[in-house]
């Protein structure tokens, strides 16, 4: 003979005074009441609370919401620097950059082999790869979501999209950085790898405008890059019009006259010319023609690209 079972207790419905401020309960959805004297709504705040935000219930009986704290800054900055070396185009790129720096790294030792390479010259000479493939990094970093239409994952997970270009341009300045530290080291370690095989001095001395004239153009290189990316949506189209309207800039400062006179003004190449000269720093007047160069070729491109992310449908 078996003793009586125990069932469990069927989930009944109470009254949340909440749902009954007025007293009646037509529109209301009622709280049900679990066995272990959790409530259901106290249940969805726990389940969504795991993950990461809480349950909203309604009144009119629709589905809930989930509401929560926005994504911290930080943890986008993660993400959008591991999306950078994670993609295989983003890693093959940064290595290339790497190889091509060492290689124009080479190239100078070789050919200075007998006197040893100056500091200044491997410095300078590694950065000229660099300039042109780490605008390219930035435009990937802008555009490659949308090429490859994993965008509406991102601004799901964080709908402000100001918010994620904010994230990805700075985590473009921020590898952009890092690779300009990497080459001033390399550049330390092959003057006294060529110094060492030529028996000549070790001379590491180098005017300060010129690292400063380096960081600046790097990073007015990268964005740029997400200017273009931002600006075209479009990693192929990006790219190409990076490399051919600064081309045609060229041209026509070269064939007509009015552009010619006012060069440094309107081409960016040329306003960046006296940042790395070794002679002397930059005055003051060239530092403004660079900075007016940037509003048109980085400054610009940017805040339209900007103003096209918010406002292009995700697909």
Do not use: C
């Amino acid at each position: 003979m078996t003793g009586p079972t125990s069932h469990p207790q069927a989930p009944t419905a109470t009254r949340s005074p909440l749902d009954d401020q007025d007293g009646t309960m037509d529109n209301a959805t009622p709280t049900t009441t679990h066995p272990r004297g959790t409530s259901g709504s106290d249940a969805g705040h726990a389940d969504a609370s795991r993950g990461g935000g809480r349950t909203a219930y309604r009144r009119d009986g629709e589905a809930p919401e989930l509401t929560g704290g926005a994504l911290p800054f930080s943890r986008l900055l993660r993400t959008e620097l591991r999306k950078t070396v994670d993609t295989r185009a983003g890693r093959w790129l940064l290595i290339v950059i790497v190889a091509l720096t060492a290689l124009a790294m080479g190239l100078v030792m070789w050919f200075g082999r007998e006197n040893g390479a100056a500091y200044s010259t491997l410095l300078l000479t590694a950065v000229l790869p660099q300039g042109v493939l780490l605008p390219v990094l930035g435009i990937l970093t802008a555009a490659s979501e949308w090429s490859q239409r994993t965008a509406l994952v991102t601004f799901t997970q964080e709908p402000r999209r100001l918010r994620v270009m904010s994230a990805k341009s700075l985590a473009a300045l921020l590898l952009g950085l890092a690779v300009v530290a990497v080459t001033v080291g390399l550049a330390v370690l092959a003057h006294l790898a060529s110094a060492g095989l030529a028996g000549s001095d070790v001379d590491l001395s180098l005017p300060g405008h010129v690292y400063g004239g380096i960081v600046v153009l790097q990073l007015a290189y990268v964005l740029m890059g997400v200017a273009f990316g931002a600006l075209f949506l479009n990693v192929p189209l990006a790219i190409a019009a990076f490399f051919v309207l600064p081309v045609l800039m060229n041209v026509v400062s070269m064939t007509v006259g009015w552009v010619q006179d006012r060069a440094a003004w309107i081409d960016q190449n040329v306003a960046a010319l006296p940042l790395t000269t070794l002679d002397a720093a930059p005055t003051g007047e060239q530092w403004a023609q660079f900075g007016a160069t940037s509003v048109w070729w980085v400054l610009l491109p940017l805040a339209l690209g900007l103003w096209r992310v918010a406002r292009r449908e995700v697909k």
